[in-house]
């Protein structure tokens, strides 16, 4: 099924009840100008799906859009790998923009765990952010809570 992945304008929005934005550093080049991962999701979120993200994945939330024009995390709580992290895993250099500071500039609040590398997972509403890869067990229980 890998082999034939489906490319986000090959499925339809309805068949979807959540959306999972997964990590890894290549997100941060990938995710924010796909558009359409970005018109996806805001689909899915819009017809009163979830979205969700963990670590890097939080890239695929920077540019998206709600239906009413306005992005997604504006007004929002949100958690995503930290600069902290970054500079603790060397990568800073080498990541073409701080993940932490663009969520934070985009939304109402960018929260994360005291310590680097502790998993760390903020729920607002049906927007569901897990902070690193330590996170993802989190992240995945609280989207499937949340479908109930």
Known sequence: MLEESLRPDEVSAE?????????G????????????????AG???????IVSSVCHGGAGLLNLKGDDGRLLVEGRRVTGYTNLE????RHTAHVPFSLEDELAQRAREFTHARLPFVAHVVIDERLVTGQNP??????GRAVVSLLG
Do not use: T
């Open 15 to 23: 068949d979807y009840d959540a959306i999972y934005f997964a990590g």
């Open 43 to 49: 689909a899915i979120h819009d017809r009163g799906g």
């Open 134 to 139: 330590l996170s993802a067990k989190s992240v």
């Open 25 to 40: 550093h290549g997100a941060m080049w990938d995710f924010p100008e796909d558009g359409g991962l970005i018109a996806l």
């Open 86 to 89: 970054e500079k603790a895993a």
